[in-house]
């Protein structure tokens, strides 16, 4: 997910990697009589914001983010130069000097084009379409035609290895029941699914695993050989998982892509 100067843009024709990155829910569904954990997913990261989906970056996982004035983009759905193909923006993650991390919305203030990961040689970001450019902490540079900076999101530093960053209205709610199928018994979960974001169910046996990605159906007597739901557009999603145990909890993990 490296985004490159706006000079090596034909670079970005690169295969985009993938990863499963974990948004706080606030409530993850046990498998006991229905029983909901009323505690943080992880527990390392709580929001400020009620509303907000946290997600982890570890510093560890992009070489960028382990130098002052590296940058990445993190991606939640399909975008393209002009905007997002679904609701919501790239994330930038900067970092300044020593410790300082910048979490930014890649929207651009001028007209909404999707601003490029911070080009330390150039000493900004430079939007693709008009120009604009913007420092590491998003501020615009003078002369820019971009109206005023990128939007920030409250991120913090573990002082180690751990960032969080908050997403504005990206919580989401999970309910879950037992039922009985044509194949056996299944346990049902639904959540709020927004538009082209993909999702995986994790499975956890006590709220201090990491959690182990499940394959589910679509339908209660359907096979359970699906491992990611895309949805098209904001919908309830509805998925329903083989009873192997009869404790533990679920979650739902989102895909991020780094381009």
Same mark, same amino acid.
């Given at each position: 997910?490296?985004?490159?100067?706006?000079?090596?843009?034909?670079?970005?024709?690169?295969?985009?990697?993938?990863?499963? @990155?974990?948004?706080?829910?606030?409530? #993850?569904?046990? !498998?006991?009589?229905?029983? @909901?954990?009323?505690?943080?997913?992880?527990?390392? *990261?709580?929001?400020?914001?009620?509303?907000?989906?946290?997600?982890?970056?570890?510093?560890?996982?992009?070489?960028?983010?382990?130098?002052?004035?590296?940058?990445?983009?993190?991606?939640? /759905?399909?975008? /393209?130069?002009?905007? +997002?193909?679904? !609701?919501?923006?790239?994330?930038?993650? /900067? &970092?300044?000097?020593?410790?300082?991390?910048?979490?930014?919305?890649?929207? *651009? !203030?001028?007209?909404?084009?999707?601003? +490029?990961? =911070?080009?330390?040689?150039?000493?900004?970001?430079?939007?693709? *379409?008009?120009?604009? &450019?913007?420092?590491?902490?998003?501020? $615009?540079?003078?002369?820019?035609?971009?109206? %005023?900076?990128?939007?920030?999101?409250?991120?913090? =530093?573990?002082?180690?290895?751990?960032? *969080?960053?908050?997403?504005?209205?990206?919580?989401?709610?999970?309910?879950?029941? %037992?039922?009985?199928?044509?194949?056996? +018994? &299944?346990?049902?979960?639904?959540?709020?699914? @927004?538009?082209?974001?993909?999702?995986?169910?994790?499975? &956890?046996?006590?709220?201090?695993?990491?959690?182990?990605?499940?394959?589910?159906?679509?339908?209660? #007597?359907?096979?359970?050989?699906? #491992? $990611?739901?895309? %949805?098209?557009?904001?919908?309830?999603?509805?998925?329903?998982?083989?009873?192997?145990?009869?404790?533990?909890?679920?979650?739902?993990?989102?895909?991020?892509?780094?381009?």
């Amino acid at each position: 997910m490296n985004e490159l100067s706006l000079e090596n843009r034909a670079e970005n024709r690169l295969p985009r990697r993938s990863f499963i @990155k974990h948004f706080v829910v606030g409530i #993850a569904v046990s !498998t006991i009589l229905g029983r @909901k954990w009323f505690a943080t997913v992880l527990a390392d *990261c709580t929001p400020t914001i009620a509303t907000a989906g946290i997600l982890q970056v570890r510093l560890s996982d992009f070489p960028a983010l382990q130098s002052e004035q590296g940058s990445v983009r993190l991606a939640l /759905n399909p975008f /393209n130069e002009s905007g +997002p193909v679904g !609701t919501y923006y790239p994330v930038l993650v /900067n &970092r300044g000097t020593g410790n300082q991390f910048f979490a930014l919305n890649s929207r *651009c !203030t001028h007209q909404s084009c999707v601003v +490029p990961p =911070f080009d330390a040689s150039f000493g900004s970001s430079v939007c693709p *379409c008009h120009s604009s &450019r913007l420092r590491v902490d998003g501020t $615009v540079i003078p002369g820019s035609p971009a109206l %005023s900076s990128l939007q920030r999101y409250p991120i913090t =530093f573990d002082g180690v290895d751990l960032l *969080c960053i908050e997403i504005p209205n990206f919580r989401y709610l999970l309910t879950g029941s %037992s039922v009985e199928t044509g194949v056996g +018994p &299944r346990f049902r979960l639904q959540f709020a699914a @927004k538009g082209r974001v993909s999702y995986e169910i994790l499975y &956890r046996q006590s709220p201090s695993d990491a959690g182990t990605a499940v394959s589910f159906a679509l339908t209660a #007597a359907g096979a359970a050989t699906s #491992a $990611v739901y895309i %949805s098209t557009a904001a919908t309830t999603a509805t998925v329903y998982i083989d009873r192997t145990s009869q404790t533990g909890f679920y979650s739902v993990a989102v895909q991020i892509t780094e381009g």
